[in-house]
């Protein structure tokens, strides 16, 4: 997508992490005491956590941001983005519980109920960006939302890097163009070759390109 679509993906996955950080500890006190799953001997009252939720929505977002969970992904692996929710929930709970102590200068919560509280909020999280990465997907499937790639490379890689973008167009990947490195191709798979590497500056303004590939494996950096 656009670099402006990048951007509101990026506010919607923040909005999302934290309207779910925030109802997790007030749903976890429901299922704890409310719901009658459970049972318990001394009910506290719900005012008592209440202030450990801006507290975790903070620490949620911050641990987040720090383990690159809002840089923008072409795509994703779900089970190595599930795992680092879960690690980087775990850590921001931790968090919340010691500065919440350390504020109320008493440790008087559930422990069931801050596991209780772990576990909703990494599994609210899950859901709700894998709810924002299929609606992505979807928008990026869409040619008018996929971003001009140039394809630097005419070679095996480039064919291979091309093949990918066009069978899989959930990446938001328009191929529009590619570059050659040995002066005598004409067209690659498809898409013209518009000249040679030395003129990517003008291609890149002549034809929008919002990202460039480069797929010449023994490409000089001076190039």
């Known amino acids: 997508m656009r ?19 925030g109802v997790a500890i007030p749903l976890a ?4 005491f409310d719901s009658q799953f ?14 450990l939720v801006p507290l975790e929505v903070s620490f949620v977002l911050a641990v987040f941001a720090l383990h690159a969970l809002y840089k923008p992904k072409r795509s994703i ?28 200068q008493d440790f008087g919560y559930s422990l069931f109920l801050l596991v209780l509280a772990w576990l909703v909020c990494t599994g609210l999280i899950i859901v709700g960006r894998g709810i924002a990465y299929i609606v992505l997907a979807l928008l990026r499937s869409q040619e008018e939302n996929a971003d001009r790639i140039l394809v630097v490379g005419t070679g095996e890689v480039a ?33 013209p070759v518009l000249g040679h590497i030395d003129d990517i500056g003008n291609v890149i303004r002549a034809h929008r390109i919002d990202e460039v590939v480069v797929a010449v494996p023994n490409l000089s950096k001076d190039r």
């Open 159 to 191: 064919r291979t890097a091309l093949s990918k973008m066009q069978c899989t167009p959930s990446l938001g990947c328009k191929p529009v163009g590619a570059l050659a490195d040995d002066g005598h191709t004409v067209t690659l798979d498809g898409i």
């Open 77 to 104: 692996s779900w089970l190595d983005e599930a795992s680092t929710i879960f690690s980087s929930v775990s850590i921001a709970t931790v968090l919340t519980v010691a500065v919440g102590s350390v504020i109320s």
């Open 38 to 51: 459970f049972l318990f001997q001394q009910k506290h009252a719900l005012s008592y956590y209440l202030p």
């Open 29 to 32: 006190y429901y299922l704890r």
């Open 3 to 21: 670099k402006m679509g990048n951007f509101y993906f990026i506010m919607a996955l923040l909005l999302s992490d934290a309207a779910m950080a």
